[in-house]
């Protein structure tokens, strides 16, 4: 016996129960959010916070940190390993490059150097592999963390061989390009004594990693992006990469070297989870930079922030666009309708959401 096509039956008929009338924001906070409003300067870090929050890029920037910890030993151990045979006739070369990378991009300073390991050929290989494995989950967690917070919809996003493809590139950018402009620079510091020519490089580093972080941004997502959409974020992401690596030397090198006696090992486990997880959350808030802007998210009203409650049509935008991105069936359109909630909005019929 054969079945027909499951139909079900929705009655148009009913309306929604009215919704309780929300009252003001207590205290100055109408004040206050009338002045931010106002502001560009200060309604656009609102926004970004804001969407970061409904993002739950929070999770995503973890997530990334986590795979990117355990990716970094093994690439260090065979990076080691492959400058001792490459450059067997000049170890001091190789070993300036590899503590530099140890130093400078880990901020792990005086807790140690890398080593090359006399390992066989089978040995080695599994070592990329590792590497290879965790540097891939990172790039992936990063797909996800940008497919997330441009808001394409789960069914635009890359399919299996084309996410691989696509993780491989972000593992070159990322993997090998930032740490080397990173290298690059610490390189230099130390063989250079002149400030300005010291300044020059800082500035040469800032606009390669501009570039390489903009390049990211786009290969990470599968949304309609442009150079100049991405480059607004990409470009504080590189100060902000600049201004920590500096930062973090001193800061993180001393906390680990005045716990080191007593924590050992775990000092360094701790440290550089939160250096990476530092990292990631600043680079995914220069994404959502790039996406308030070009999305027209802001301002946002603090109602949105205090209690969820559309304020703004750059709230009605914003939450229009989270239901469409969980869209899981090719065939099937998911769009969204602000209807007025018993005076929070003045209109008259629901309207479209749409970018």
Not at 71 to 93: D, H, K
Not at 122 to 151: H, K, P, R, S
Not at 269 to 276: A, E, K, P
Request: one cysteine or more.
């Amino acid at each position: 016996m054969s079945e027909g096509p499951i139909t079900r039956e929705v009655d148009n008929t009913a309306q929604p129960e009215p919704a309780e009338v929300p009252g003001p924001l207590p205290g100055p906070l109408p004040a206050i959010d009338t002045f931010q409003q106002r502001h560009p300067w200060l309604a656009v870090p609102i926004a970004v916070v804001k969407k970061f929050g409904d993002d739950d890029a929070g999770k995503a920037a973890a997530l990334i940190s986590y795979f990117a910890f355990l990716s970094v030993f093994p690439l260090l151990i065979v990076l080691a390993t492959v400058l001792s045979r490459v450059l067997a006739g000049n170890p001091e070369l190789a070993d300036e490059i590899v503590n530099t990378a140890a130093g400078s991009f880990l901020s792990v300073g005086s807790t140690g150097s890398v080593e090359p390991l006399d390992v066989s050929g089978v040995a080695l290989v599994i070592g990329i592999l590792v590497g290879l494995w965790a540097g891939l989950a990172v790039a992936n967690a990063m797909q996800d963390a940008m497919d997330t917070v441009y808001e394409v919809p789960k069914t635009r996003r890359a399919g299996f061989i084309w996410r691989v493809l696509r993780s491989l590139s972000l593992l070159v950018i990322v993997g090998v390009g930032l740490p080397a402009t990173t290298v690059l620079q610490g390189l230099a510091g130390r063989a250079i004594d002149n400030a300005v020519v010291s300044a020059i490089v800082v500035m040469l580093v800032v606009v390669l990693n501009t570039g390489l972080i903009a390049a990211a941004f786009r290969r990470a997502t599968n949304a309609d992006t442009s150079w100049r959409g991405v480059l607004p974020g990409a470009l504080i992401a590189a100060i902000a990469w600049s201004l920590m690596q500096a930062l973090a030397t001193s800061l993180l090198t001393s906390r680990v070297a005045g716990a080191e006696n007593s924590y050992g090992a775990f000092a360094i486990v701790i440290g550089l989870l939160f250096w990476f997880f530092l990292l990631a959350q600043v680079t995914i808030y220069c994404a959502e930079l790039n996406v308030v802007l070009a999305y027209k998210l802001w301002p946002r009203g603090l109602k949105s922030v205090v209690r969820s409650e559309a304020d703004t049509e750059a709230d009605i935008r914003a939450y229009g666009h989270y239901p469409a991105r969980e869209q899981l069936a090719t065939n099937m359109q998911v769009t969204v309708e602000v209807v007025e909630s018993q005076g929070a909005f003045v209109a008259d019929e629901p309207r479209n959401v749409s970018r």
